[in-house]
């Protein structure tokens, strides 16, 4: 069975920083791309980045490029995402998702971590 | 990027059928996958590669595509299926995801 839990959600105030993880298991982790996606309150899901499998390639949405950094350990099966300059707008429940490239989709996903910048 | 972009919300009377639409450019080249988002839940895959079905998912629950635009239908709708549905497809570069705005559906 699939599970992903992230943890490392909390309070911060603007400007600070905050690291996200997700355990991942019940799969090859090193065999799929992973990806983050928020959402913030009464708002819509937003990507936020995605990582390849072996390469480690990066992608970044616009709205966070040079502020965060998503990394992962396929040694132990685990996603993270740095998010530095933290801004009130990056309040929103975190998700840690899983991508099933051969029907280009995002197939399993965490129950979430919420992340409330604020002063 | 792209966008894709869906009607806010719908109403559906029990057991009745109801579809809701996704479109963009985006899906001229990428298949939608739709999401099912309920209060305090995770999304669920409902619908991936124009009408693929994970374990689980009922039958009444099913996808289309043509040309820019994505369809999902719930056929004999069920209180269960009342929660936000969101469409996804990879955008334009075909590295990113774009997301539409995302549909409630109501069951009345």
């Known amino acids: 069975e699939v599970q992903l839990l992230e943890s490392g959600g909390g309070l911060v105030q603007p400007g600070g920083s905050l690291r996200l993880s997700c355990a991942a298991s019940g799969f090859n982790f090193r065999d799929y791309a992973m990806s983050w996606v928020r959402q913030a309150p009464g708002k819509g899901l937003e990507w936020v980045s995605s990582?390849?499998?072996?390469?480690?390639?990066?992608y970044y949405a616009d709205s966070v490029k040079g502020r965060f950094t998503i990394s992962r350990d396929n040694s132990k099966n685990t996603l993270s995402l740095q998010m530095n300059s933290l801004r009130v707008e990056d309040t929103a429940e975190y998700y840690c998702v899983k991508e099933f490239e051969y029907l280009d989709t995002l197939d399993y996903w965490g129950q979430g971590t919420l992340v409330t910048v604020s002063s | 990027s792209s966008e894709l972009t869906q009607d806010p919300a719908v109403s559906v009377a029990l057991g009745q059928t109801v579809r809701i639409t996704c479109q963009g450019d985006s899906l001229r080249s990428y298949y939608a996958s739709w999401y099912q988002k309920k209060p305090g839940q995770a999304p669920v895959l409902v619908i991936s590669?124009?009408?693929n079905r994970p374990s689980g998912i009922p039958y009444r629950i099913s996808g289309s595509s043509s040309r820019n635009t994505a369809s999902l239908t719930i056929s004999g709708a069920q209180a269960e299926d009342e929660a936000d549905y969101y469409c996804?497809?990879?955008?334009?570069?075909?590295?990113?995801?774009?997301f539409g705005g995302g549909t409630k559906v109501t069951v009345l």
């Open positions: 990582i390849s499998g072996s390469d480690e390639v990066t």
């Open positions: 996804s497809s990879r955008d334009s570069s075909g590295y990113q995801w774009v």
């Open positions: 590669d124009r009408n």
